[in-house]
């Protein structure tokens, strides 16, 4: 598949954010990448949409409602004007703004999905040291296979705490100035504990070269655009090929001692004024996050239907700008009439 696309990566050079607004980052994290080749010939099993990995961001939306997910893929003119979509834009600009804040980023040209998948690579090849020797790095990509689907994400932050602590920092802008309610703040803690897993089994070593280039169903032999072999050789890695790239990242990683992460903890920030709301540690239980990740899992790997909000949570539909189509609503309220009316009947 050729791409004829443009990415974002990390550099010494700075740009500044009104440069990078006229051509904004496609960091599509939620969307999956769609390929043509026949998920039959893997073992690995299809997800939903014929999708080859999950976004953490993705995953931490179905927190609030599974149906509200599908909708957004199912329907993207209607999710353009979820008023919460905008707000997330314009939070993006925040987290844009601190991230130039410890480098800058130039544009790369990308060719194919192993240009792109490459990308990645190279920027973690150029955070791992800097995080080595004890500094903060912002905008880390992770992945792996956890549950037996890929995941991948972008921590916002990783810095040491003065105890020497390797602190997992996520920061949430709001349109209000408050801490989040308790729903809202579900979805965040079961993101940093996503990132948590992702990045502790990157370090131990448990992600494999045949992980990335069977889910992502790359080509290790493919060479590498241009501008990404450059990209790479401005960090000392000369490589020409995909695999050979996979080779160097996968070696650094494992003579790295990059410790697992000790702290999770949530940053909120008020998006009217940019100014510091509070913030608020998670604590990391993981026989519990992947029960409730393998709960939502069942849906992407068609083991059963969407589901929308219970009863006692219908007061999300309100908000909701997918209320008026929405099938799950619809029965719900036609239950709600039905038991009302036994009870009037029989009651
Ligand atoms: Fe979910 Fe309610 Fe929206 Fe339907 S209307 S997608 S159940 S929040």
């Known amino acids: 598949t050729r791409m004829n696309n443009s990415i974002m990566s990390p550099t010494s050079e700075h740009v500044t954010v009104e440069q990078l607004k006229q051509s904004p980052p496609k960091r599509n994290e939620e969307t999956g990448v ?12 299809s997800l939903r949409f014929r999708k080859l990995y999950l976004g953490v961001s993705l995953l931490s939306e179905q927190t609030w409602c599974e149906k509200k997910v599908i909708y957004g893929i199912l329907k993207p003119q209607i999710r353009k ?21 410890v480098h800058g980023v130039v544009q790369i040209n990308i060719q194919t999905h192993e240009d792109a998948v490459a990308n990645s690579l190279i920027n973690m090849l150029n955070m791992i040291p800097i995080l080595e020797t004890g500094q903060c790095v912002r905008e880390f990509p992770v992945f792996g296979v956890v549950e037996g689907v890929y995941l991948k994400g972008i921590i916002d932050e990783l810095s040491y705490n003065q105890k020497g602590e390797l602190v997992l920092k996520e920061l949430k802008t709001r349109k ?3 801490l989040p309610g308790a729903a809202q703040a579900l979805g965040h ?24 280039l069977e889910h992502l169903k790359l080509k290790a032999s493919l060479t590498l655009g241009a501008e990404v072999k450059t990209h790479a050789a401005g960090i000392g890695i000369n490589v020409a090929t995909f695999d050979e790239l996979l080779d160097a990242f996968l ?14 903890q949530l940053e909120y920030c008020y998006q009217g004024s940019s100014s510091f709301i509070g913030s608020v540690s998670v604590q990391f239980d993981e026989v519990e996050l992947r029960a409730e990740l393998r709960g939502y899992l069942e849906y992407w790997k068609g083991q059963r239907e969407p589901k929308g909000v219970d009863i006692e949570e219908g007061w999300k539909c309100t908000s909701c700008v997918y209320e008026e ?15 009302a009316l036994i009870g009037y009947l029989f009651g």
């Open 189 to 212: 803690r079961f993101q940093v504990g996503l990132y948590k897993l992702l990045f502790d089994s990157l370090v131990r070593g448990e992600v494999k070269k045949e992980h990335i």
């Open 325 to 339: 189509i929405c099938d799950w609503r619809t029965s719900r309220s036609r239950l709600i009439g039905c038991t």
């Open 81 to 101: 004007k979820d008023k919460q979509r905008i707000e997330v834009q314009t939070g993006t600009n925040i987290h844009l703004a601190r991230e130039l804040e």
């Open 34 to 45: 769609k390929r043509k080749r026949d998920a039959e010939e893997s073992h690995i099993p």
């Open 176 to 178: 209000h100035e408050s």
């Open 251 to 264: 070696l650094s990683l494992s003579c790295s001692d990059l410790p697992c992460v000790d702290v999770l």
